[in-house]
């Protein structure tokens, strides 16, 4: 157990639809990054935040958004949705900030399968 | 360009049967090159993190090593559970990339 918490582990949803993913940061970690991971494409950086202000942006769509909340927990908006937007979504907590250069190890959540159909 | 690579894409081992995995890399200013483990429907999972060519990390059954141009998993007596896919990542400036990864599959 990581020690990192998504939710929901399993969503499907019709194309042109919202969602919202959470995640909850592992204790005292002040950094949060999201992943998607599709079967052609690996593992995407899409955005990071550091305590609750934007330190890193990714090959994340403007159809997307996301924040980092007071309490650290972080959500994902996903809206418009299309087919190719499928795909397993991981957020990930660090310790450290300040962006990118200063990734260290990272503590991966069990990620939120999103299906659109 | 900028580029991680890993090969092979899958590899099929009897267990007990030692093999390497490789990271290459084509990328300016290496800061750190990182190893990670992941099954199936999982997050990735830290294994090592490595800094400077000719620094090695050991972990059980596997060993990670460092040169200028590509890092390499050595896997000594797999076993079964050790079924899985293995990303490695660089950091370089500003960038964190992950490479497409390595699936491992020992059979028993």
């Known amino acids: 157990d990581s020690g990192v918490t998504q939710t929901p582990k399993h969503l499907i949803t019709a194309t042109g639809q919202r969602v919202t993913l959470r995640c909850s940061p592992r204790?005292?970690?002040?950094?949060v990054y999201w992943y998607q991971q599709s079967l052609d494409q690996g593992l995407q950086f899409l955005i990071q935040?550091?305590?609750?202000?934007?330190?890193a942006k990714g090959n994340i769509l403007e159809r997307f958004s996301a924040q980092q909340f007071p309490d650290l927990h972080s959500e994902l908006n996903l809206s418009s949705l299309e087919l190719g937007d499928s795909a397993l979504y991981f957020c990930?907590?660090?310790?450290?900030?300040?962006?990118?250069?200063?990734?260290?190890?990272?503590?991966f959540g069990e990620g939120s399968r999103l299906t659109v159909l | 360009e900028d580029q991680v690579t890993q090969s092979p894409e899958a590899l099929r081992l009897q267990e007990g049967e030692s093999s390497s995995l490789n990271c290459s890399y084509t990328?300016?200013?290496?800061?750190?090159l990182f190893w990670y483990r992941q099954d199936p429907g999982k997050g990735p999972e830290f294994l090592f993190t490595?800094?400077?060519a000719g620094e090695e990390k050991e972990k059980e059954r596997l060993k990670a090593t460092l040169t200028k141009k590509e890092s390499f998993l050595h896997i000594t007596a797999p076993k079964p559970e050790d079924s899985a896919t293995y990303l490695c990542?660089?950091?370089?400036?500003?960038?964190?990339?992950f490479g497409p990864g390595t699936r491992l599959s020992v059979l028993p």
């Open positions: 990930a907590s660090s310790p450290r900030g300040g962006g990118l250069q200063n990734t260290g190890e990272l503590f």
């Open positions: 935040y550091y305590n609750g202000e934007e330190r």
């Open positions: 990328v300016s200013g290496l800061r750190g």
């Open positions: 990542a660089v950091l370089y400036g500003q960038n964190f990339v």
């Open positions: 490595l800094y400077s």
């Open positions: 204790s005292g970690d002040l950094s």
